[in-house]
């Protein structure tokens, strides 16, 4: 009877997800399709590119809001062109592929819109990245209960992690969409705009206690968020990269970005309904920052290429085939300074929604909840449970998965 | 009757591991004969497992019946029911349940002396309960505590 129990509350919680209903979604009411957001439509193909602006508008999405939103695609259409770009792993493989459907790209930068119309965030759509991992045996961190029981969770995250541009050496927004299931009843899909770290701002890759001040953040309202963004500049490439003696650069400490996230979503009242903290890494972008440059970016691939003291190993020799390949740009698919290769650590994952309801809408940044609907809200769906007791929290996921096809290069 | 031996204990729920724990078990019982061939009295039974991390203890307090289906065999059945109690700490938390407990065991007298007999015995613990609680808070769905014991008992014989 309680397995009966428990199945009707996954249907009924399911049930929640897919529709734009009501609480328990009792009354579900059919997502009529209004007409592209602004995030649809915004890739159009580059000079390496094979694939038409069509193919890739193919794959699109009706959002909660009705409108049209790009989502996953593969980095090689079937029909065998290439996009250039990727948007991370399959989300079809994941167990909640079934209960979340195709994944809206967009949705809180599109609800940003309504709620603060003079202040929009709009992103690019290459940095779109989703990971996931099935049932992913989470750590009990309450010594007591750590011996005697063992919570496994379905996870499917995106972040908006775009490792090509200047843009988050100032922007601190970036849109997050965070599924979780666990075996002990905690359960969230939400949306929203994650502020992490410090608008206008970013921290060294090599020195994390340093920040590097650039400039004013896209809103200019944005606001503060937990975490940090740490980002290559050209003094840590420099001394972990560059001067190297003759020996392999050190792309780990010199190049390495860490987006480490601190989360909540919150009611009205302020009661925090879940708080998460998954750090997103990447391991070769194509960019640093480079003051000395106009455009603020430089390129690790230029650093291959450098006369006397030069990058060496790793990407570099990956990228150049030992000297082989002669004038490697950044966006050339034979660099391997691409935004391929990543990883996420699940981290934390705490859910406060004892006394519900299921459904609680947010402004874009996951505050100010308030169980009905509301001009420029996003829809969230936590389960009716208190998890804090066994203080959970999750490996990293995605070692060693190359995300990439052929064809695929900066930017990414 | 006193009775000491082993018992292997597991707790069952949604997320709980699938692990035996075997420790010490004792229990004391005290009661008398309703006719030849039943008795009927109270039990207070006891496990414990101590531990680096934490030490786990079951308390369990029942009423049992004890049958001797046969006239001139000493073999007996043993039903029991009452309440469990489970509880796991490491002096700053606590995880426990509390459990409706039913149990059913089959064992021999022996007779040693005069009055007194030996009691070998093997019996099976079931607890029903609504799940399992850290410190204040529920973090299980509906749990099962189960106890195989197997012990010799010392007592009094009729």
Redesign the interface.
Known sequence: M?RAH?IIGALTLAATIACAGDDNGASPEPIVATGPSRAFSLWAPGPNDTCTKEQHDAYSVVGPDGKMYPTWHPPLDPSGCSFGHEHGRDPRGSDLYGIVGDMPLGVANEALETWDPANPRREDHVGHKIDWENDVRMKVN??????????TCDVLVKLHQGTHSKDAFTNNLHEMVYHIRC???AEAHLTFMAAIGTPGEFVRSCNHEQHVTVGVATPPNSPNGGGKRIVPDLGCVQQFLVNNDGNSSDFGTGLHESWQTSNAIRTADGHTLASFDPYFQVNFPSRYYDPAQASLVGRPIDLCFLPVARARGGACQESIRNGATAGVAYDDPKSAFNGVQRHVDINSIHISNRNGPNVWYTDPFGRNGKPEPFPGSVRQVLSKV?????RISGPGIGFGRYYGGTGTHAPN | MLSAGRGDLQVNCGICRRNDQSSWAADVSIGGWLSKRSTLGGELAAWRLGGEEATQRVMMLSGVSQFYPMENRRGFAKLGVGMMAYRSTDGEQSLSARSLALQVGLGWDFTVAERYVVAPQVGLVQGFNGGLYLDDDRVTGASQVKLVRFGLGVGVGR
């Open positions: 309680m428990r309450t010594p007591v209960a750590e011996a005697l029981l063992e919570v075996n002990d009843g208190d998890n804090a007791g066994l």
